[in-house]
């Protein structure tokens, strides 16, 4: 299925057990099937919603084999293998390449400021290790720490054959409008820009809310109208005031999937009144469905 990514993709969770301690392979086969039934086109494993960054080297590349062997065939699969150093990620962005990855993403990485140059150097070794991979950047200074430069961009355009394009997480639109390029493919973060994103020539969506209510977004996708955008975005800013990802885990549970809210620490699972509050969040988009 290897190919450009197009239309809804589901930011996953990444299921965990044991406090948050270990993977939780039992639940990784139901939320697929959960989100293929839901209508999306496609998964971002170990993202933001993932917990990527939160996981070993190992544990990311066994969670990834997992998400690949389970979707492949049925949905598009794109890892996102940004991580601190650029020898860590080009190892994490071969890894998925060798185990047939449909896409490959990769965030700046935080914590230091880097300069054109090295920025750069990072994204290009990477989008080598995983060439001929549709290589994509993952933009959002919220987590990196930094927004990247779009000259950046451009000239990666001339140096990575296999780089395709970028998931912006940045939002407001003022500040999502600079990236979208002409020539590389955007996918929207934000949900509560999806219809005016892709007004604008973005292809698709890469959206949290999708991994707990695929159905919604990918209905938003397919028919981005003003009135269901507007009640998206609503709702993604509800989830988003609790702890996250948690609380996706929680709808997802209270949607029937074996999942427990565990997380990695230190994110933190939800109390009981924040469990009360995710449950009538959930009454209430039932309501308004």
């Not at 028919?223 to 990802?245: D, H, K, N, T, Y």
């Not at 565990?262 to 924040?274: F, G, K, M, N, W």
Request: charged residues 20%; glycine residues 10%.
């Amino acid at each position: 299925m290897i190919g450009p990514l197009r239309g809804t993709i589901a930011a996953a969770v990444t299921p965990l057990r044991d406090g948050g301690g270990s993977l939780d392979p039992d639940a990784i086969g139901p939320l697929v099937d959960f989100l293929v039934a839901g209508g999306v086109d496609g998964i971002l494993a170990l993202g933001t919603t993932g917990e990527g960054i939160m996981l070993s080297p190992d544990e990311r590349r066994t969670a990834a084999e997992w998400f690949l062997g389970v979707a492949r065939g049925r949905l598009q699969v794109a890892v996102h293998c940004g991580a601190q150093t650029t020898a860590e990620t080009a190892a994490l962005c071969a890894h998925a390449a060798e185990h047939e990855a449909d896409a490959v993403a990769v965030i700046a990485p935080p914590y230091y400021p880097f300069d054109d140059a090295g920025l750069l150097a990072h994204f290009r070794e990477a989008a080598t290790a995983c060439d001929p991979v549709p290589f994509y950047v993952y933009v959002f200074s919220a987590r990196s720490g930094y927004p990247i430069p779009t000259e950046v961009l451009v000239r990666l355009s001339e140096a990575a054959p296999n780089f395709a394009g970028l998931k912006v997480s940045e939002a407001p639109f003022d500040r999502f409008e600079p990236y979208l390029l002409g020539d590389l493919d955007v996918l929207v973060g934000p949900e509560a820009l999806i219809v005016e994103g892709l007004g604008r020539g973005a292809v698709g969506a890469v959206s949290a809310l999708a991994t707990s209510l695929p159905e919604l977004v990918s209905q938003l996708v397919a028919q981005p109208q003003a009135s269901l955008g507007a009640r998206v975005g609503e709702f993604r800013a509800a989830v988003q005031r609790l702890p996250m990802p948690a609380a996706l885990k929680e709808i997802l549970r209270l949607r029937g999937l074996p999942m427990t809210g565990d997380v990695r620490a230190p994110l933190r699972p939800l109390t009981d009144a924040e469990q009360r509050e995710v449950a009538a969040l959930l009454e209430r988009i039932g309501s308004t469905a």
